[in-house]
């Protein structure tokens, strides 16, 4: 317990003691943060990887980034367990508009959230009464410049470090092994509150009670705007950029006051970035190489020494060192080789696009916006269901790199975790291997494409269009449109140009393909008509063979997703029409894709029992066709029929797919009737 007329640094040291308030390092505490949160095993590429949930709570969170994610928590739980880590920064390197920017702030944000819970609050101690002891002016109080923590005091009480030990000991209570843990995080005192330190000593004629009293402990202020804890030091321009916006300068002010001219404390280190910071926060230099060479090598003494040092005063710091930087400053950095020495105390961490289609929803979703839009002149403006999934699909595939052993859209897909015919996921794992031995980081997987930026302009011309104003609605197949013009305007290299040209077609076969799917959908008035037709191909493959099949070909199964028994016709006349849409001319063709369906079904039903197939593109296409042409008279005669309304039942017939569009499927007039249009002709058909 405390005694009582105990100092408020006693006070303090107590709560430490008894576990009420905490001291650790900035790598102990984001490491703590994170590693408190759930974590889940997750694949990715088909690699196991880990997934913290802490990056995944809130409205704006982080999407993907699994490797990046893993890195940053490998090099801090490694510093916080005292490795080389410490010792490093932490750089995030990766084309513009991936998200280096957000992950970081949002680690930040994070960290301050942490922080302003009572029990992990971070606190600092500020020397009073200075006018008794005089030299300093009107300078009555003076904060720790650092935001030194008071068990750092409580460390360098005196200047023997055994009577340090007996100070924890016998005054606070701590034990041996307790001062053993606590000396790993041992630093000394900065310039200044050593200075001031002794200069009370000498006051007191080195009575530590007396001493004590010019002491206080305070809250460190968590106030983002003050720019302490969590600091962001942007790349300034060239020419108004130096040292002293890292690290502090002489102050003037303070020279006015103060008569010692050794003392360091007419240094202001708060002037500077990383003082405020430095009480175990985050320090956030974006663009880190943009910055002048003299700054960069400011950076090579603190990042090793994590030292504030001006004229031979030196202030150790305790903060967590993360930067970005942009793969061309980073590339051009690298080839001006006398500056190996900052690159050698970095920890490089190579940001990829988001490569999953599937994740990409939700990315996009951040471009398009949550809130309800409206058109120029303010009326509501729809969204077309198809939206998301085109413009996702197109960056996705813009970002993925060409291979001889994966067709692009094989590539996708396996990306999103999905079933690519006979490829299989492992293919992917080589293919990402190969890419990832390129010495060019550009050529590695992920790393080029169209980034969130590019997208966000996307939907911006999408937006300002007049068609899009006119008609109220943002019809997906204008997205392309859009993405074309971003690419001829934004993409400089030609052969990116030629490849993002080339993947905008790909993506177009594929929102054909949905679109055929969607209209069979209206044309069955059941928003889910394709994914049973899929299912009944599915079951009737497994049930062909089946013991218990009568001649009257029914058979009796469990539905996996409601456990209830269910029966099934057998149609073999439509298992073979669809089986001569996917190409299949002989038995031995038609039983080898049937075996690997069936072999999908056995090892994904039993994960997931809600799984449809419906991400076997060439499957559904298949059924798609097939119900389009058998359900309807005459080859293609649905197109016929939505095209020609001159009778009466073609009219009726579209007024009712337009109906179950506009009720059941999420479309409005303007993107229905352009939908019905875009299906009648015979554009993106490959």
């Not at 404390?265 to 970035?273: H, K």
């Not at 085109?390 to 396996?414: G, Q, Y």
Request: charged share 30%; aromatic share 8%; glycine share 6%.
């Amino acid at each position: 317990m405390v005694k009582k007329n105990a100092s408020a640094l006693h006070h303090h040291l107590v709560e430490v003691k008894e576990g009420k308030r905490c001291f650790e390092n900035a790598f102990q505490g984001v490491a703590r943060m994170i590693l408190d949160s759930d974590i889940e095993k997750v694949v990715v590429n088909g690699k196991t990887t880990y997934d913290f949930s802490i990056f995944r709570t809130g409205k704006k969170h982080i999407i993907g980034m699994y490797d990046e994610i893993n890195s940053f928590v490998s090099y801090v739980k490694d510093a916080a367990e005292n490795g080389s880590s410490k010792e490093m920064a932490f750089v995030l390197v990766g084309e513009p508009g991936n998200g280096k920017t957000f992950l970081v702030d949002y680690v930040c944000n994070k960290y301050r959230d942490f922080l302003s819970q009572q029990a992990n609050r971070k606190y600092s101690f500020r020397f009073t009464g200075l006018d008794k002891i005089g030299g300093y002016g009107k300078i009555t109080t003076i904060e720790s410049q650092t935001y030194e923590d008071p068990m750092i005091l409580g460390m360098n009480i005196t200047d023997d470090p055994d009577k340090n030990h007996e100070f924890l000991a016998q005054e606070i209570g701590f034990s041996d092994n307790e001062i053993e843990t606590l000396w790993r995080d041992y630093r000394p005192l900065g310039a200044c509150s050593a200075f001031i330190w002794d200069s009370i000593r000498n006051h007191t004629n080195g009575d530590l009670a007396q001493m004590l009293e010019f002491i206080q402990i305070i809250p460190v202020p968590m106030t983002e705007s003050l720019g302490t804890v969590t600091g962001k030091y942007a790349a300034k321009d060239k020419i108004t950029s130096s040292a002293v916006d890292l690290l502090g300068e002489e102050s003037i002010q303070r020279l006015l006051h103060i008569t010692e001219t050794n003392n360091p404390y007419r240094f202001d280190l708060r002037r500077g970035a990383l003082a405020r910071v430095a009480g175990g926060g985050v320090h956030f230099s974006d663009e880190i190489f943009k910055n002048k060479k003299d700054l960069v090598q400011v950076y090579l003494g603190v990042i090793q020494n994590r030292n504030i040092e001006i004229d031979g005063y030196k202030w150790p710091i305790d903060t967590l060192i993360i930067a970005t930087s942009n793969n061309s400053e980073f590339n051009r950095f690298l080839a001006e080789k006398e500056e190996a020495p900052i690159v050698d105390r970095c920890r490089i961490c190579y940001v990829s696009h988001n490569t999953n289609y599937k994740l990409q929803k939700d990315l996009t979703i951040y471009a398009i916006g949550n809130e309800i839009r409206t058109t120029l002149d303010r009326e509501y403006l729809h969204q077309d269901p198809n939206l998301n999934h085109a413009a996702s699909v197109t960056v996705v595939l813009t970002r993925l790199a060409r291979s001889e052993k994966l067709t692009p859209i094989e590539t996708m897909k396996l990306a999103a975790g999905e079933v690519a015919g006979e490829k299989s996921i492992k293919t992917l794992a080589e293919v990402i291997d190969t890419l990832n031995q390129d010495p060019d980081i550009t050529k590695r997987f992920g790393q080029k494409g169209l980034g969130q930026r590019n997208l966000g302009r996307a939907i911006q011309l999408l937006n300002e269009s007049s068609e899009t104003n006119e008609g109220r609605c943002m019809f997906a197949y204008d997205i392309f449109k859009a993405l074309e013009r971003i690419i001829l305007d934004y993409v400089t290299d030609a052969n990116d140009r030629a490849k993002y040209l080339e993947d905008l077609k790909t993506a177009k076969g594929l929102y054909r393909e949905r679109i055929m799917t969607e209209m069979f959908n209206a044309y069955m008035d059941e928003p889910l008509a394709i994914r049973k037709d899929v299912m009944s191909y599915v079951n009737m493959i497994i049930g062909i063979d089946a013991e218990n099949l009568g001649p009257d070909k029914m058979w009796k199964y469990k539905d996996p997703q409601s456990g209830e028994l269910r029966a099934l016709k057998i149609d073999e006349r439509y298992i073979n029409s669809v089986e001569d849409r996917l190409g299949l001319k002989t038995t031995e063709q038609r039983e080898t894709f049937r075996t690997s369906i069936r072999k999908i079904y056995g090892q994904k039903i039993s994960v997931d029992p809600d799984y449809d197939f419906m991400d076997n593109l060439e499957l559904v296409k298949a059924v798609t066709d097939v119900r389009l042409k058998s359900d309807i008279a005459g080859a293609g005669s649905l197109i016929g029929a939505l095209a020609n309304r001159t009778n009466e039942e073609n009219q009726k017939l579209y007024d009712r797919m337009v109906d179950t569009m506009l009720n059941k499927l999420g479309y409005c007039k303007t993107c229905a009737q352009k939908t019905i249009e875009y299906f009648c002709t015979q554009e993106d058909e490959n």
